[in-house]
């Protein structure tokens, strides 16, 4: 009785995590890569060396603190990457957390490069 109790719980959390999994990506695609603001939050320094053409540079560590000043309202279209992808996973979480409802993860710093390159 117990292992079946066990199967359902797993079932019923592996359906959740699915749900959600699915409403994220489906959120990444609602973003229109033209209207975006794309958010670097790599470090000043690293974003100093290089950025892509209208980035705005919010640090990961400054993301929950500083972001209302660049992006006011929670339906801002906003774009977010890093150099390779973690930070900008953990910064697109937090931003979705916050109640932000347009956020697309870029992940690398080259992804971010060929986006707002394919803009039109």
Not at 86 to 98: F, I, K
Request: proline residues 2%; positive net charge.
């Amino acid at each position: 009785m117990l292992l079946r109790y066990t199967a359902i719980a797993l079932l019923v959390w592996v359906a959740a995590a699915c749900s959600s999994a699915r409403r994220t990506a489906a959120s990444e695609r609602a973003v229109d890569s033209r209207a975006a603001m794309v958010i670097d939050v790599r470090t000043p320094q690293e974003f100093a060396s290089g950025h892509v053409r209208g980035a705005i540079n919010v640090p990961v560590d400054q993301v929950q603190s500083r972001i209302k000043e660049v992006a006011k309202s929670k339906d801002t279209p906003l774009m977010v990457h890093c150099q390779s992808g973690g930070r900008s996973a953990r910064a697109a979480a937090a931003l979705r957390e916050m109640g932000y409802t347009n956020v697309k993860d870029l992940g690398s710093y080259a992804n971010a490069q060929a986006a707002v390159e394919g803009r039109n």
